[in-house]
């Protein structure tokens, strides 16, 4: 467990409401998740800080996560400009036309399926594995697959809300 707070949790904690708002929003575009984290503060430590991610994350409803899911792009096609979205599916920018095709075929016959984007967490997953995992996944029912972006969205928000309070902040604000 991790004994000592690193300055960007400082920040965290001591920013205002606004701000934490919108740090938060950028994490995930669940306003319920957003609004139960950020009530916890101040965390005196990361692993609280996780903790709680990981306790707003299980209450939410399904309403909850569509509004989440909704904040994220298709596996394959990070948002223009969105350096957290790259560098979240640069195994995929590696990949083949071949493979990127078919991505986004089963991608938008996934949302056809379920009504949402594929989502995985795509941290440190090659296009192949990303891939393998749509093929395996579309044929969940809508209850099974709900579950499995629930704990994807855990994982995603984990790696998000780390780098948010342990990557140091530039002057300009950049990250």
Wanted: charged share 25%; hydrophobic share 40%; glycine share 10%.
């Amino acid at each position: 467990m991790t004994t000592s707070a690193p300055p960007g949790l400082a920040r965290f904690n001591a920013a205002d409401r606004p701000d934490v708002a919108a740090l938060l929003y950028e994490v995930c575009a669940s306003r319920a998740w957003g609004a139960a984290v950020a009530a916890g503060r101040p965390y005196r430590h990361v692993d609280a800080l996780l903790d709680a991610s990981d306790a707003a994350m299980a209450g939410l409803t399904a309403g909850d996560l569509a509004e989440a899911m909704a904040g994220h792009p298709p596996i394959g096609r990070p948002k223009p400009g969105d350096a957290t979205s790259a560098r979240e599916q640069r195994g995929v920018s590696d990949s083949d036309d071949e493979l990127r095709a078919e991505l986004l075929e089963l991608n938008l016959a996934y949302q056809e399926r379920h009504g949402h984007v594929f989502l995985i967490c795509a941290t440190g997953r090659t296009g192949e594995e990303m891939l393998t995992a749509l093929r395996h996944r579309i044929g969940n029912d809508t209850g099974t697959e709900r579950e499995i972006v629930r704990a994807e969205l855990g994982k995603i928000n984990r790696i998000r809300l780390t780098h948010l309070v342990t990557v140091e902040t530039t002057a300009e604000g950049e990250r």
